[in-house]
């Protein structure tokens, strides 16, 4: 698995953060039974820089907790049956890697919501992480049910890697 990060800000989390993005990620491929070794890229930036890319990508002049880019289209969320057939478009042609597609996390939004809703940066630094990797599965929160679907996946994998609200 290539797991590429950047810090674009100073700022320095309490916790080795590329350790946890990297757990966090290959727990949730394995929980979607990913059968490929995967490629994923992070950006960690401030309020200002996610404002930008919100603006520029959905039209959103406000920041964001995280923003997530998938790179593959899927019919149903994590059925990776198919992507062999688009081998140039979802595969890294070096490596063979399936390019899954780009995160980026608010650095200030972790802050801010790891204070609110009274958990540790950690905790809100991994959570951003498992939502964005099950929307680089195909996974979204459109609908009640989708949303509950959501929840229930990312606090599963989060509590099978002891990362929880404490």
């Excluded at 797991?3 to 757990?23: G, K, L, P, Q, R």
């Excluded at 990776?80 to 390019?99: C, H, K, Q, R, T």
Aim: hydrophobic share 35%; proline share 3%.
């Amino acid at each position: 698995m290539t797991f590429y990060a950047e810090n674009e800000t100073s700022y320095v989390f309490d916790f080795d953060w590329e350790s946890i993005y990297h757990e966090v990620a290959l727990a949730v491929l394995d929980s979607e039974k990913c059968p490929y070794e995967a490629e994923v890229n992070l950006l960690l930036t401030d309020n200002d820089g996610i404002q930008e890319f919100n603006r520029e990508n959905r039209n959103i002049d406000a920041p964001t907790d995280v923003l997530s880019f998938p790179n593959i289209e899927y019919d149903v969320a994590a059925n990776f049956e198919n992507v062999e057939d688009y081998m140039a478009d979802y595969f890294e042609p070096d490596s063979g890697e399936l390019i899954l597609g780009d995160i980026i996390i608010s650095i200030d939004k972790v802050q801010q919501q790891a204070f609110e809703y009274g958990h540790s940066q950690k905790r809100e630094f991994a959570f951003l992480v498992a939502h964005s990797m099950l929307h680089l599965c195909g996974y979204d929160h459109i609908t009640p049910e989708e949303e509950q679907e959501m929840i229930s996946k990312q606090e599963a994998i989060l509590n099978n890697l002891g990362i929880t609200r404490d």
